[in-house]
T-cell receptor, first 115, second 113 residues
Framework: EAQVTQNPRYLITVTGKKLTVTCSQN?????MSWYRQDPGLGLRQIYYSMNVEVTDKGDVPEGYKVSRKEKRNFPLILESPSPNQTSLYFCASSLIGTSGYNEQFFGPGTRLTVL | AQSVTQLGSHVSVSEGALVLLRCNYS??????LFWYVQYPNQGLQLLLKYTSAATLVKGINGFEAEFKKSETSFHLTKPSAHMSDAAEYFCAVRFQGAQKLVFGQGTRLTINP
């Protein structure tokens, strides 16, 4: 089954304790992206990757890191989480092509609480 | 600046009534347009997308959307609401020359029995 998986689905942690949220897709997509969802703000892009070893900042990158060492994986790293990073996080992937109609496929989300 | 606006953060309709969720974009060149739905505790699922083949696009679960270039709009409709339609709906836009999806703020749809 074609899918994007994220782990963990739920995480409660404390300020300053490094954490990693994993994301994996099995569709051979070049493009991967992380979003955070906050009430009234929709989804905002944190980081994205156009291919292996190619990553770039989105709209709200402060406090986050990513890596793309393999095509299928795109982990999100919070080296020193703070309470303002409490949010719902989504990973997404899509093909890159000449057409702009390629939809993004989303993971189930990770609900993070930083105390 | 290029942007996406969804009018109404909450919409409430009765079961069987018409659903209308509004989306407007700001761009001089028509972008690529999508509607996603998010059911409680789930990820986003594609409802439909505009592909330029026709201005009226049919999606899953009886939803459809009409692209109106003159109004820079891509409103989502469903003739008769069902209780299972209760969810949050997001309009998303890919502007020309970009890979990124820009999302509206979302509209939470409530269905009253």
């Amino acid at each position: 089954e074609a899918q994007v998986t994220q782990n963990p689905r739920y995480l409660i942690t404390v300020t300053g304790k490094k954490l990693t949220v994993t994301c994996s897709q099995n569709m051979n997509h070049e493009y991967m992206s992380w979003y955070r969802q906050d009430p009234g703000l929709g989804l905002r892009q944190i980081y994205y990757s156009m291919n292996v070893e190619v990553t770039d900042k989105g709209d709200v990158p402060e406090g986050y890191k990513v890596s793309r060492k393999e095509k299928r994986n795109f982990p999100l790293i919070l080296e020193s989480p703070s309470p303002n990073q409490t949010s719902l996080y989504f990973c997404a992937s899509s093909l890159i092509g000449t057409s702009g109609y390629n939809e993004q496929f989303f993971g189930p989300g990770t609900r993070l609480t930083v105390l | 600046a290029q942007s996406v606006t969804q009018l109404g953060s909450h919409v409430s309709v009765s079961e069987g009534a018409l659903v209308l969720l509004r989306c407007n974009y700001s761009s001089s060149v028509p972008p690529y347009l999508f509607w996603y739905v998010q059911y409680p505790n789930q990820g986003l699922q594609l409802l439909l997308k505009y592909t330029s083949a026709a201005t009226l696009v049919k999606g899953i679960n009886g939803f459809e959307a009409e692209f109106k270039k003159s109004e820079t709009s891509f409103h989502l409709t469903k003739p008769s609401a069902h209780m299972s339609d209760a969810a949050e709906y997001f309009c998303a836009v890919r502007f020309q020359g970009a890979q990124k999806l820009v999302f509206g703020q979302g509209t939470r749809l409530t269905i009253n029995p």
